[in-house]
């Protein structure tokens, strides 16, 4: 008798609402885990890609830096103006900020030094 209950109570119709909800309500679940993992892949590879472009800010730098440092006057000139290039940079952040005023005050005084009399009373706006 229970069983007969049961088949009374559960309306063909019912079974196809309830089975018809669970198909729309697991659809919608994986569709918003599939978005959320493709938002932190996109994530992953934006981070990839700006460490990417830095570490070339970087390859850069330090290119610039041996030019900067080269015995060759017009080589250090080229070398500051590549600084200064990075400089402007938006990979370029505080501490290299801070690394390129240092690094462009020493060489500006080696430049300095190295410059004739005459050259260095004119750079002096005297």
Known sequence: MTG???????????????????GVITAGCALVGVRHAARGNDRATEQRELAGRR?????RFTWAADLALSESVAKRVAGL??????????????????????FQGQVLDKLLVDL???DRKAAAGG
């Open 4 to 22: 007969r209950r049961l088949q009374v109570i559960m309306n063909p119709w019912l079974q196809v609402g309830l089975s018809l909800a669970a």
């Open 55 to 59: 570490e070339e800010w970087w390859r």
């Open 81 to 102: 103006k590549l600084l200064t290039k990075l400089a402007r940079s938006n990979l370029a952040r505080q501490d290299e900020y801070l690394l390129l005023d240092v």
């Open 116 to 118: 004739p009399e005459t």
